[in-house]
Each structure stands twice: as structure tokens, then as C-alpha cells.
């Protein structure tokens, strides 16, 4: 950073801690032990895929990457809004080795130069009724929890409205304080709406 950016008050974005997505097992354990809520097996990385041949090489270094000996494969979805998701899956559900696959996924991006994309990593929990994601914000290194309500009804459109189960939401906050480093601007916990696992 030059002086000329210390007088204007510009900084440097700080480099994320992906290594925060490994206290992601011991805040499964508290969930377990406090709620009943166990990991899916199932997470995700979002990012805006750029157009153009580097970034189809670097999707194919991150499935080969995974694909190393037993490591699950990788499968992309795009949502409505046009991201893509990497989603791991591990079977039957285990946490440590899905947050290393995670890991590796959003270094993989980062390190070819592609950490600009990246949104966000996800892992799925759920209880046998709900079901909840606890997202990892990439640029803020940080974690909050995403909880979509149990629909019922429909919309005009007759699709299922979307509602978010803001009680489980905050109860997650107060549980996991000491297991994460949770994002302390409720205005950021952005909704996730048709996540994998979700």
C-alpha cells in the first residue's frame, strides 16, 4: 500500500482465513449435542463463473484436484441468478473430509487467480424436519447461518414462498459464537435461496 492510498484512507482488502472452514466440525459437534442437527454431507462453492477458456481449465484442475485418489466428484449447478456452485458430496455424511474438499475448491479458485469470483461456501445440516446451511463469506471471512422456513401454500405463480426461519437463525448465532467466526452485520446473512442441499 503507497502513501498516497494511506492518506486517502484506502486499504488493502484483507486475504481470507479459508482455514476458518475447519472449526466447521466442532461447531457440528455442538449442534448435535444442543439441537439434534447433523451435517447432510452435502456443501457448496459459489462464485460468478467468468467467460473464457482459463476458467474451463481451472474447473477442470479443481475435479481432477478432487477426483485424486477417493475424493467425491464435483457437481456444477447455475442458479436463477446466475452463479455456479461446486458441490461436494460425501457418503455416508462425513464434515472433515467435505470441508477439506471445500477448502481445496475455493484455494484451487483463489490461486489461479479467479478469488475475485468467489461468493461464498456452504454446508448443509439438518435435524430429519429442517434443514440449514452455515455460509462462509469469502470476502469477510466470516460465517452465518441461512435458514430457509418449511414452505407451505403457494404464491400467486404457484410456486412455494420463499421465508426464512429468522428464530433458528439467531438461536444458531448465540449457539455457535464460541465455534465460528460468525459475521456480526445481520444485514449481510443474504439469503441463499436454491442452494445445493437446500
Not at 24 to 42: D, K, M, N, V
Not at 92 to 110: F, G, M, Q, W, Y
Not at 167 to 196: H, K, M, N
Request: glycine residues 10%; contains cysteine; hydrophobic residues 40%.
Amino acid at each position: 500500500m503507497g502513501l498516497f492510498d494511506s492518506i486517502l484512507g484506502r486499504s488493502k482488502p484483507a486475504r481470507p482465513d479459508l482455514d476458518q472452514l475447519f472449526g466447521l466440525p466442532s461447531a457440528a459437534i455442538t449442534l448435535e449435542a444442543s439441537l439434534g442437527f447433523r451435517s447432510t454431507g452435502t456443501g457448496s462453492v459459489a462464485f460468478r463463473a467468468p467467460e473464457g477458456r482459463a476458467f474451463a481449465d481451472v474447473q477442470a484442475d479443481v475435479q481432477a484436484l478432487l477426483d485424486a485418489g477417493s475424493g467425491p466428484k464435483v457437481d456444477v449447478q447455475v442458479d436463477s441468478f446466475g452463479y455456479t456452485w461446486l458441490v461436494c458430496r460425501t457418503d455416508p455424511p462425513d464434515l472433515s473430509a467435505l470441508v477439506t474438499d471445500l477448502h481445496a475448491v475455493n484455494t484451487t479458485l483463489e490461486d489461479s487467480g479467479f478469488g475475485t469470483t468467489l461468493l461464498c461456501s456452504l454446508a448443509t445440516f439438518t435435524d430429519g424436519t429442517r434443514t440449514f446451511g452455515l455460509v462462509y463469506l469469502f470476502k469477510r471471512g466470516t460465517f452465518y447461518p441461512f435458514a430457509p422456513a418449511v414452505a407451505t401454500g403457494t404464491t400467486i405463480d404457484g410456486a412455494a414462498p420463499q421465508r426464512r426461519d429468522n428464530l433458528l437463525e439467531i438461536q444458531l448465532r448465540d449457539l455457535l459464537g464460541d465455534d465460528l467466526r460468525l459475521e456480526p452485520e445481520i444485514s449481510r446473512w443474504f439469503a441463499v435461496w436454491g442452494a445445493p442441499g437446500l
